[in-house]
């Protein structure tokens, strides 16, 4: 009922089932005496179960075990209807098995993927799976971070994404352009791994992807020569999902021992009515933009997290380093060799303690910086990006992933 557009609270509330779950509830509390099944999926195993007459004490517990899961996530999902406050006392999550996996990062570990039981349309657990092989634990995270990233633009682009990292982006005026800006950010990491663009694949654009080794392309559509030319390798997977810069889930649940944190997704998207310039050197548009860009992408990086980018193009990222300095340099050191450093700008996703990274950057080329600011020593980065005549700009918003 609660999927229908335009569905009242009053409507609503009409089709809460009482008598259903409050019988179903009595049995399985009864389990030694009654059978109470809620899965189809179970009919013929109860009924063969009854004819040979080798209904055991465990499987009555399963089968009340299974019912009391069915009723209190059908209860989950009518009290996060009901719920108005963002953070409740108990927090109730129904969600439902979508595949058991093969195994989970490693292979020694168990795992089994659950999606949400009010379906989502911009998820990979909900994806068209046109051609290829079951995804893997490992394959739906990163996926899933693909779908993240590319969310953050309207313009024609393409994301690759290696172990949830932004390997390249690119945009262009075509998806080829795209591409080609993606796979030249980044031409090893992407190897074996996957591709997000968000407009319909075209074969000029499937010929260069098929060339080498992916784990899977997510699209909105694939033309039917596009199609033909991916698909000719067996184990790449080729999903289908409708592209949306408006993702609707805005929570975030994270499990740590003991429990979980959950946080509001990071939403904000960085405007240059923010930014103030802190240098006396000041931007040019054409590094303006490039800046609003590299926030976009930046906020998607593991923590310590830096980003070198042209507008529209990544060129170098620096992630999860424990210190900032040592994203800086290999941000830098990725970028430096490639076409189009000298219209480079680096972006951080937390601010300078120190004044090291802006020397570093500034004696490696970079001629604009753009950094959340907040720092007891913002005054020491900024009289070095004075010293060395680059630009610093200050966004006000610190973009932590960690």
């Given at each position: ?69 069915h009723t209190a996530a059908y209860d989950a999902l009518i ?324």
């Amino acid at each position: 009922t609660i999927q229908k557009d335009g569905v009242t609270e009053a409507e609503a509330i009409e089709n809460i089932d009482i008598g259903g779950p409050s019988m179903l509830r009595s049995a399985a509390k009864n389990f030694a005496a009654v059978l109470p099944i809620v899965d189809p999926a179970d009919y013929d195993v109860v009924i063969d179960k009854l004819q040979t007459g080798s209904v055991d004490a465990d499987y009555r517990k399963s089968l009340a075990a299974k019912v009391f899961q069915h009723t209190a996530a059908y209860d989950a999902l009518i009290a996060d209807y009901l719920t108005t406050t963002e953070f409740p006392q108990n927090l109730t999550l129904p969600y439902e098995k979508f595949d058991d996996m093969r195994y989970g990062e490693n292979p020694h570990q168990k795992a089994a993927a659950y999606k949400t039981a009010l379906p989502e349309a911009y998820s990979v657990l909900n994806a068209n799976i046109l051609h290829g092989k079951q995804l893997s634990y490992n394959n739906i995270r990163d996926a899933d971070a693909a779908l993240r990233i590319i969310a953050e633009f309207d313009e024609t682009t393409v994301v690759t994404v290696k172990h949830m990292n932004p390997a390249g982006i690119g945009q262009g005026a075509t998806l080829e352009e795209a591409w080609d800006k993606a796979f030249a950010a980044d031409d090893v990491s992407i190897f074996g791994g996957i591709v997000a663009l968000n407009r319909e694949v075209d074969a000029a654009t499937a010929e260069k992807m098929h060339a080498i080794f992916l784990e899977i392309i997510i699209a909105p559509s694939f033309t039917p020569e596009a199609f033909e030319i991916l698909s000719a390798k067996k184990n790449l997977r080729l999903l289908t999902v409708p592209f949306t810069t408006a993702v609707p889930q805005k929570l975030e649940v994270t499990s740590v021992l003991g429990g979980v944190v959950v946080q509001e997704r990071d939403l904000y998207t960085d405007a240059e009515t923010n930014f103030e310039v802190v240098s006396k050197a000041q931007p040019t548009a054409e590094q303006l933009r490039a800046m609003i860009f590299a926030q976009k992408v930046v906020k998607h990086v593991k923590s310590n997290a830096i980003i070198v980018a042209r507008d529209g193009q990544t060129l170098g990222m620096g992630a999860g380093q424990p210190n900032r300095i040592d994203s800086v340099v290999y941000a830098i050191q990725k970028a430096e060799t490639k076409p189009g450093f000298d219209e480079a700008v680096l972006a951080s996703d937390a601010f300078f303690p120190m004044y090291d990274s802006v020397q570093y950057a500034a004696e490696h080329g970079i001629k604009a910086i753009v950094e959340p600011g907040g720092s007891i020593k913002d005054k020491d980065s900024i009289a070095k990006a004075d010293e060395l005549g680059i630009v610093l700009v200050f966004s006000g918003t610190r973009h932590f992933k960690h």
